[in-house]
């Protein structure tokens, strides 16, 4: 069976430092790939995606970037981040390449900046 | 533009009582999908359904239940006899066909609250 693994679980930084958040899939071969932010009032972003190694899609422009090195593999990084950077990080992913697949959670990394 | 909207923010309920989740959607594709998430204290969104938009079929899991209405654009669901485990964000969301890759749009979710 398929699990997905993030960590940290929760990381506390302060404004300026660096963030790496890693993002693991096992059981499956090529899944796409997702981060998702979550700010305190509930909504998730879509922050990117990504359909193969080194193939990285962004949604939206921001302090953040995310690299695939390798098939199962999903990192979030900044190199200086910003209070606004706060919030709970999911990772997800699916099997295809349409929308009819479901997409599947980790367990999420909750970060602050102070 | 929001394509997906839940308008309760909060329901809150006592247990053994029927909670039903309003979702609206628009999209222009023909074919989409729909799909609802519950998301518990603990943080990790949870799978609970996918809808293909050329079903219309009503489903039931167990205390769950779907009612997907083409004509209205609605995806809403029933929580029935609630329990306090019920508690939770759930989130409803859409993937249209021309969006490539799969990507969900969200709904802003609405918290349930169970109390006993």
């Known amino acids: 069976s398929q699990t997905i693994h993030q960590w940290p679980a929760t990381l506390v930084q302060p404004v300026g430092s660096p963030l790496s958040l890693e993002c693991t899939v096992e059981g499956t071969s090529n899944p796409n790939l997702y981060w998702y932010r979550q700010a305190a009032g509930r909504g998730l972003q879509l922050l990117f995606y990504s359909v193969g190694i080194g193939q990285i899609s962004s949604e939206v422009p921001q302090n953040l970037s995310a690299s695939r090195p390798q098939d199962r593999q999903f990192i979030l990084s900044s190199k200086k981040l910003l209070l606004s950077d706060s919030g709970f990080y999911l990772c997800a992913w699916n099997p295809g390449t349409s929308g009819s697949y479901e997409q599947y959670f980790g367990p999420g990394t909750r970060l602050t900046v102070t | ?116």
């Open chain 2, 1 to 116: 533009a929001q394509k997906v909207t839940q308008a309760q923010t909060e329901i809150s309920v006592v247990e053994k009582e029927d909670v039903t989740l309003d979702c609206v959607y628009e999209t222009r594709d023909t074919t989409y999908y729909l799909f609802w998430y519950k998301q518990p204290p603990s943080g990790e969104l949870v799978f609970l359904i996918r809808r293909n938009s050329f079903d219309e079929q009503n489903e039931i899991s167990g205390r769950y239940s779907w009612n997907f209405q083409k004509s209205t654009s609605s995806f809403n669901f029933t929580i029935t006899a609630s329990q306090v485990v019920d508690s939770a964000v759930y989130f409803c969301a859409l993937s249209e066909e021309t969006d490539s890759w799969g990507k969900l749009q969200f709904g802003a979710g609405t918290q349930v609250v169970v109390t006993p």
